[in-house]
């Protein structure tokens, strides 16, 4: 079992600390009864599938996961990809797919997947901040209808209809009373979290005057048992795995997306590192869990995140404490939580959403490179129109061509006749070689006109791939069709193996680079071997 301390060690533990913990995770799990209704609503199952992953996912990952302070639960970005299988095949085969979906997340761990989630430029992160914290303020709207039965959108009390007259401005009220408490209480104590005073004050006002302001109740009820053990009912067949494995498959990554950038996210605000490959594990083995005990399953909360790092927790004990809270809302709390105004958790999350979008990339925007700036708000639109997987895969990808084509830009040689070979001509290449410059590369010499000895000198340049060999052999095949002689010098050893086998000339020397390109390369078939 994982050090509930984190790596701080339990003399970190004292009364203070505790009692910090447990009121971050207390206001956590208000804040997490309402978005885990609205989920539930979204993917079209009971309010207790969602009330069980949010505690169940939430337990898990507290206990295991690759960074204290995270919180998971059910989220709305796998909601709404659960919305055709719940509807056309049942809830059974939900939880046979959640099941699968933990299983694909822990060979990710397995095998060290996470790492990868290096590969996201900056540029991506802010766009992904962005776009969650849009996407957080609009769920948030859904709370501004008319109480009645959930609609379309899955926010909880939708009636499809919007406030108007005193309900509206009572609701407007009381939020904007959440923002200020929360905005005024540290300035005077920290020894209560900022979002817990905000609702507890507006839920004593609402309660103590009768206020007619929509409550977690109008929601759904709460009020359940223990979760208990159960079997998927699907079928286990070849036809159910056809079903199931698509769904597994976009669940998974969306999950381990969200989770992994949620994991650097707390990680910047918390001053610590590592820990993605230990996150896929958690979350496999909570949505695993989850599965056999009738939960929706869920993922890393940005969201609840924030708030709970910003409550000042910093361990493990705070998601333990936020997953506990809400099993014992559910058990024997439900009538109290019912009560809660939606406004207050309404403001708690506004603040979320301020305290959650990068305003300094507004500030920044004319100053980063028009590519950076792009991929920012390309991230935010498609993570606010489609969902976060697919933001994320596009930045990284727009990003990636972005550089490639900078860096094709940058190859350029220095042409000069030789010292030592009178006759010859000397070609300096600066700037790496790869396939986004193979074109430029070719376009650099002249063999019709060059002398019959010519010199490429690669000492301040870099060969990267496989294209980048291929367009060197096919550079020496033009000057020995010329009956020229073309010499290389300052390629690594590994290139001189493989342009040995054509036939060149390579010039050895003792500052040749030791930077590795290919292992194997076949001059009869074309064909290269894989790259280090």
Not at 46 to 74: C, D, E, K, N, Q
Not at 113 to 119: A, C, S, T, V, W
Not at 146 to 172: I, Q, R
Request: charged fraction near 15%; hydrophobic fraction near 55%; charge should be neutral.
């Amino acid at each position: 079992m994982a050090d509930m301390s984190g790596d701080r060690g339990w003399a970190y533990f004292t009364p203070g600390r505790i009692k910090t913990e447990v009121l971050a995770g207390l206001t956590v799990a208000l804040a997490l009864v309402p978005e885990a209704v609205a989920f539930a609503f979204v993917a079209g199952v009971h309010p207790l599938v969602g009330l069980y992953a949010a505690f169940i996912v939430g337990l898990v990952t507290a206990v295991f996961g690759g960074r204290p302070g995270m919180i998971s639960g059910a989220t709305g970005a796998l909601a709404v990809v659960m919305v055709a299988l719940v509807a056309e095949h049942g809830v059974d085969y939900l939880f046979a797919t959640v099941v699968l979906m933990g299983l694909l997340q822990l060979a990710a761990g397995i095998f060290r997947l996470g790492k990868f989630i290096r590969l996201v430029p900056h540029p991506v992160m802010l766009g992904f901040v962005n776009g969650l914290a849009i996407v957080i303020f609009l769920a948030q709207l859904g709370q501004f209808q008319v109480p009645g039965a959930a609609g379309a959108s899955g926010h909880g009390v939708a009636g499809g209809e919007w406030m108007t007259g005193w309900p509206l401005a009572l609701m407007l009220a009381l939020t904007a009373l959440t923002m200020l408490i929360i905005w005024v209480t540290p300035k005077f104590t920290k020894a209560v979290p900022a979002p817990l005073a905000g609702i507890v004050v507006v839920a004593a006002l609402v309660v103590g005057f009768g206020l007619e302001a929509p409550r977690v109740g109008d929601l759904a009820s709460i009020k359940g048992g223990l979760p208990a053990f159960h079997v998927p009912a699907a079928p286990l067949t070849y036809e159910t795995l056809t079903v199931i494995f698509p769904y597994a498959v976009v669940l998974a990554a969306i999950g381990l997306i969200e989770s992994l950038l949620t994991l650097n996210l707390v990680g910047e605000m918390t001053g610590r590192r590592g820990g993605a490959s230990q996150e896929c594990l958690a979350q496999g083995a909570a949505n695993v869990v989850t599965g056999f005990f009738g939960g929706m399953g869920g993922c890393a909360m940005i969201g609840q995140s924030m708030i709970n790092v910003k409550s000042g927790a910093r361990t493990r004990l705070s998601g333990i404490a936020a997953a506990l809270f809400l099993l014992a809302f559910v058990l024997v709390g439900s009538e109290l939580i019912e009560q809660i105004p939606l406004a207050a958790l309404v403001g708690v999350m506004f603040m979320v959403v301020i305290g959650t979008f990068a305003w300094r990339s507004l500030m920044i925007m004319r100053k980063i490179p028009a590519t950076d700036a792009l991929v920012i708000l390309l991230v935010t639109l498609v993570t606010v129109r489609y969902d976060l997987a697919t933001a994320v895969v596009v930045g990284v990808i727009v990003s990636a061509l972005a550089y490639a084509w900078n860096n094709a830009k940058l190859i350029r040689v220095v042409s000069r006749d030789s010292v030592r070979e009178p006759g010859a001509r000397v070609y300096e290449i600066e700037g790496p070689l790869f396939f986004g410059s193979t074109d430029g590369f070719a376009e650099l010499f002249s063999p019709e006109t060059d002398p019959d000895v010519v010199i490429i000198d690669f000492l301040r340049s870099r060969v990267v791939d496989q294209s980048a060999l291929q367009a060197i052999e096919d550079l020496a095949l033009k000057y020995e069709a010329l009956g020229k002689t073309l010499r290389l010098r300052h390629l690594t050893r590994d290139c001189h193996s493989l342009l040995n086998r054509a036939g060149q000339l390579i010039v050895d020397s003792d500052d040749d680079p030791d930077y590795q390109v290919a292992v194997d390369y076949s001059i009869r078939t074309g064909i290269f071997g894989s790259g280090h």
